[in-house]
């Protein structure tokens, strides 16, 4: 008995994932589980240089600043309570100081462009099409940090403006990196504080926009449709009933190897997946002699792979 229909999966075999691979990852917080299970295996990759970013033009703004050599100054940031932000990144960045405030995003820019150059693959996770623009300027923001809302306009970017968007995004990468492979998708969270009618139709713009663009090297991975369709069932989300639970992750973590990560990365997987279980693991008592082969099994594990595999860092 077939008790849900699976979405059609290939693997794609022109440039797989594996332990020599560098993957950069930008987006919405759906990118950061990606990130997060891409670490616990002990994958290169770097998540989120300038925190969660849920809209195009948002990721389009500071990918471009990054390889066109931009700096931040005074003039791009402001004081709110106590603290100095930047309308262009997460609030995770924002800081006390100003001078770090500004040292730090400049440092990023840095780090990113660099990361852009060297990446094997660059993944972008597009949460909403609905975005903010700041009206003293009609400057689009990334986030709003907790800045009064009557401050702002909100506006929904058309198909166009995002296929717009992509396409930059994808040039401004190929200026610098023409071997890298743009893995698009859009993520399972639902944006239902637009409303509902509003998220699905935010979605259907951003999945329209992607399949506009995709090429030999520009891919789209079906985060989304997954959630959707394959696990459409409210156990598989977390108590608010928006974003998608361990069990969900897991589940498009397994597709998303299924089709990206190399089929000779498993065996190194199965073993940092040992060493990292061991690790965690708490003994009853740390100096039986049950713990103590466990720790020798560990540390044998980590010379056999430190020996292919020395940038791994446990």
Request: hydrophobic residues 40%; contains cysteine; glycine residues 2%.
């Amino acid at each position: 008995m077939k008790l849900l229909t699976e979405i059609p999966l290939k693997s794609e075999s022109n440039n797989q994932i594996d332990y020599h691979s560098r993957i950069l990852l930008f987006g919405s917080c759906f990118s950061e589980n990606i990130g997060n299970k891409l670490d616990y295996f002990k994958f290169q990759n770097y998540q989120n240089p300038f925190g969660i970013l849920f809209q195009p033009k948002a990721i389009e703004t500071l990918i471009s600043k990054s390889i066109n050599k931009k700096q931040y100054t005074e003039a791009d940031i402001f004081l709110k309570d106590e603290r100095w932000h930047c309308f262009d990144v997460h609030s995770k960045l924002s800081n006390v100081s100003k001078e770090d405030l500004l040292v730090n995003l400049n440092n990023q820019l840095k780090l990113t462009n660099k990361q852009i150059h060297d990446a094997s693959h660059i993944m972008m996770t597009l949460g909403t099409a609905w975005v903010y623009k700041f009206i003293e300027n009609n400057s689009m923001v990334a986030n709003c940090h907790k800045v009064p809302q009557k401050l702002f306009k909100k506006e929904l970017l058309s198909v166009d403006d995002v296929i717009q968007s992509l396409m930059a995004m994808v040039s401004l990468i190929k200026s610098v990196n023409k071997k890298a492979s743009i893995i698009f998708t859009v993520s399972p969270v639902r944006h239902l504080k637009d409303g509902f009618i509003e998220n699905t139709l935010s979605k259907s713009h951003l999945i329209t926009a992607i399949h506009s663009i995709l090429n030999e090297n520009v891919y789209y991975f079906p985060s989304y449709e997954i959630m959707m369709d394959e696990l459409r069932d409210y156990r598989f989300y977390n108590d608010d009933m928006i974003h998608p639970n361990p069990t969900a992750i897991n589940y498009i973590w397994e597709k998303f190897m299924k089709v990206w990560v190399a089929e000779k990365a498993f065996i190194t997987m199965g073993e940092v997946d040992f060493i990292q279980k061991a690790l965690f693991h708490k003994p009853f008592n740390p100096n039986s002699g049950a713990h103590i082969k466990l720790l020798q099994q560990i540390e044998t594990k980590k010379i056999q792979i430190l020996k292919e595999f020395p940038q791994l860092v446990f």
